[in-house]
């Protein structure tokens, strides 16, 4: 845990009782500070105060004695319309803030110059976070990650010198940092996503700059530079004054990191230096993860990580559960577990890594189905559809793909573990990459990627992919 200090012998509210609420709450108090604890949720209220915590109703406090409001990052800040309590603070003049802010003013006053690697994008924020605390681990440096990924910045151990704290950080979260200011900021792409809780494309876009844009002095802010958005942030922060560090998986740089041919290059002045290469591992597949990747070693050569230290770690990464997870195979044929692409944008990057593909998809479907694949079709072998989707999915395939309604995952993995190996081709993909929520059959994408792995785990045969 890291205990705040900077708020002894003051009164904070905490605002949204999860994971992350609790553990400010225990950080609050562990630094001296007096909390009151609230959320809409009366079970979490309950756990609150079996946890020895004061709980309240926030509409009746006195907001004068309260010195900030600490609010999880699922409740909203400006959109649709603030939260009651943002309001009610705002209007008392209080400020609103969330754990990671608590988290950067005790490292400021704890220490300053402590690694911290902080890390956004629409997609690829997890892989990335992950990657570069296992290139640190791998390396031998004392690592901390959390945030957004699972584990509350608040659980981790407090900043030290030489400990690297690497922080995955949704919009939600940047939004509630004011003074965000890592020695490292990644900001790997911007494309429309929670226009909900930031009201436009220009909003949401602005947020996620602000990661990079806060960099502290001395330090480095790689920033992709494949979607508009995002190019434009690079050349804004670059004009503040800050050391960026463009990246791009397919264009090309006159200085910056490029990946061409499964190699990460640092371009100094149009000249190619390699640094690493990616071919052959296959928790780092796709264009997708090859811009993960080139973050990732930016970020670690960055810290003082050696080049043969980052190859070695490259080669050892095992991948997130859920993501184009490895999970078994079956002679020639390999299975693989992306029970986290539960829409269409998601499903793409899977499809797009693969080229011979038995696809399991299906769930509970998105707005727009399945149609904006039509350009991977002709490397589905066939389909196996499961759940609400399967009639929808199966009126778009018609004609175009092979396609069996299965209804359930477990009539679809033995069909198309079976058409996988009489199918006779070189490396069949029997894929889990459903494109929809699970919300029908399953109470999250865990949970059915959990049932996926355990159904090929019981075919015979199946040895684990190492």
Request: charged share 20%.
């Amino acid at each position: 845990m890291t205990p705040i200090t900077s708020f002894a012998g003051k009164t904070v509210a905490v605002f949204g009782l999860g994971g992350s609420g609790l553990a400010s709450c225990q950080a609050l108090q562990a630094g001296g500070a007096d909390v009151v604890a609230s959320d809409d949720n009366i079970d979490r209220l309950v756990e609150a105060a079996r946890a020895g915590f004061i709980t309240a109703d926030l509409h009746s406090v006195t907001w004068s004695n309260i010195a900030a409001l600490v609010l999880t990052p699922g409740v909203p800040l400006t959109h649709p319309v603030p939260h009651w309590t943002v309001l009610a603070a705002q209007a008392a003049s209080v400020e609103v803030i969330g754990d990671v802010e608590l988290f950067c003013r005790e490292r400021r006053h704890l220490a300053p110059d402590a690694p911290f690697v902080a890390i956004t994008g629409t997609n690829g924020k997890s892989t990335t976070t992950a990657l570069i605390a296992h290139l640190l681990r791998e390396a031998g440096f004392d690592t901390q990650m959390g945030g957004n990924i699972g584990t509350a910045i608040l659980s981790l151990q407090p900043p030290a010198a030489g400990r690297v704290h690497v922080i995955e950080m949704s919009s939600y979260q940047i939004d509630l940092t004011p003074s965000l200011d890592p020695a490292v900021g990644i900001l790997l792409n911007v494309t429309e996503d929670h226009l909900d809780r930031h009201g436009s494309i220009e909003h949401y876009a602005a947020v996620k700059e602000r990661l990079v844009a806060g960099v502290q002095d001395g330090g480095t802010a790689i920033v992709g530079v494949d979607d508009d958005f995002s190019a434009t942030a690079a050349e804004r922060v670059a004009l503040a004054g800050k050391t960026v560090l463009r990246l791009s998986v397919k264009r090309p740089l006159a200085n910056g990191i490029v990946v061409e041919n499964n190699a990460i290059y640092r371009v100094n002045d149009g000249e190619h230096e390699a640094i690493a290469r990616i071919d052959g591992i296959g928790s780092l597949r796709g264009a997708h993860n090859a811009q993960n990747a080139a973050a990732a070693a930016a970020a670690v050569l960055a810290l003082g990580v050696e080049r043969e230290a980052l190859q070695r770690g490259l080669r050892s990464f095992p991948g997130l559960a859920h993501r184009m997870e490895q999970v078994g195979r079956q002679g020639e044929t390999l299975f693989v577990n992306d029970s986290k692409a539960t829409n269409a944008d998601a499903a793409a990057k899977a499809l797009s890594s693969y080229e011979e593909i038995f696809w399991i998809a299906g769930g509970k479907p998105k707005t727009g189905g399945i149609d904006s694949l039509a350009g991977f079709f002709p490397k589905i072998r066939k389909a196996y559809l499961i759940g609400v989707a399967a009639e929808e999915f199966a009126a778009t395939l018609d004609g175009k793909v092979e396609y069996e309604i299965c209804e359930t995952l477990e009539v679809a993995v033995p069909h198309a573990a079976r058409d996988a190996t009489a199918s006779e081709l070189v490396e069949p993909v029997v894929l889990l990459s459903p494109a929809c929520a699970s919300f029908d059959q399953f109470r999250n994408f865990e949970i059915r990627g959990d049932r996926f792995r355990e159904l090929v785990a019981a075919l015979p045969g199946v040895k684990p992919v190492k």
